[in-house]
């Protein structure tokens, strides 16, 4: 993926996926890259740290107290590395960085690294979905380090759940991209939207008619994911509250909530507004109606089959316009899109006006939905500007140059 070789400390914790950490290494190895490890006391006794020593020709380091060491080895490390990556990061790991603690080797050598930091979240989704932990990675976020994972999957107890370690690949790959973007970091211009949480929802939204079966759109999330990528390169903050798409996974320093349905996305984007947000864009495509019960079973066909079946809808909460009913000031600023089949720009106004919002971004649904380019026009109080066609990268930008304008108002 990237031709650039780095030096990376590899701090593995105390969990079951300690395990894969060994392929994690070999992997950044076979990357090219020079590996050196550290572990945690809990780590080591997962995994035999013999077996890092091994693979990587280098004592792996367990214990600051071991006397083998010359001088402060987490030091060492800490200036040695282009890159650190954590896998598994624990809860308990998590918290104790957040916190500032480097009582363990993995701590110390955190507490001492000048250069990115990559976590790699792992432990059983009760503990995954707690309140501490959600501040702790909210606070390392904000200290700068990137996460990637964890992943929805078979866990150590035998359920399935938020928790699992993200793949070595991915690991690998998430590394790779916050490294290639430290090497780059000093030659950007100056970053417009640092200091700001853009807050971007994108994809469908899924109503569930029965455990089998919903209602959906054909939308692909591209834009939203665009979105949330080109606001992170200049410099804020990203959550991306997303329907169900088939996308890779964003950058690994934007928060990715992953929702089915409008009425957990509205839960979502209220739980990101609370944490604060400057900038809303809402890009997804979100159902107007939902099914009005959800069937437990999955929906047989019955004796009336032959005649059809009606199916009951109750209207979605328009999650645009409460936001802008809601907003007393000019903040969070608040941008929509207008998916039209005719008179986006009289549409558009009409919804700008209706859902007192900032910006409408409006096109024609033959431009651009399902498609990889689109044709679009930005529309709020004063103006409609018809942009120039462009790949959907291309049009977040200039959307994010309109809402740098607008916020600087
Ligand atoms: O009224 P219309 O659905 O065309 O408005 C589109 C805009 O409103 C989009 O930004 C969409 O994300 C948002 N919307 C919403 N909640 C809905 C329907 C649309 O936030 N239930």
Known sequence: MLALVA???????????????????RELQRRGHEVRVVMTRAGARFVGPVTF??????????DLWD???AGEVHVELGVWADAMVVAPATMNLLARSAHG??????????????????FAPAMHHRMWSRPATRRNVERLRGDGAAFVGPVCGPLASGEVGDGRLAEPEDIADALERVLADS????????????????VVSAGPTHEDLDPVRYLGNRSTGRMGYALAEAARARGAS???????TTLPDPHPAIRRVPVRSALEMKAALEGSLEAGADVVIMA??????????VAAEKIKKSKDAQEGRVLELVRNPDILAELGAARTGSRPLLVGFALETSDVVVRARGKLERKKVDLIVGNLARDGFGKDDNLVTLVDA??????????KRELADAILDRVAALIAR
């Not at 020593?53 to 367990?62: D, H, L, Q, Y």
């Not at 603690?101 to 990559?118: G, I």
């Not at 990203?238 to 169900?244: A, E, F, I, N």
């Open 7 to 25: 030096r990376i400390v590899v701090g593995v914790g105390g969990g079951i996926a300690a395990f894969k950490a060994v392929l994690l290494v």
């Open 53 to 62: 020593t091994g693979i990587t020709g280098r004592p792996a380091v367990t």
């Open 67 to 69: 006397p083998s060491y």
């Open 101 to 118: 603690f480097a009582d363990d080797a993995v701590l110390a050598t955190l507490s001492c690294v000048a250069c990115p930091v990559l």
């Open 183 to 198: 090497e780059t970091a000093d030659a950007k211009p100056a970053s417009d939207l640092s200091g700001l949480t853009v």
């Open 238 to 244: 990203v959550v991306l509250v997303s329907g169900p």
């Open 284 to 293: 997804a495509a979100v159902a107007d109606f939902r099914p009005k019960d």
């Open 382 to 391: 004063h103006s409609a500007t018809e942009l120039p066609r462009g790949t």
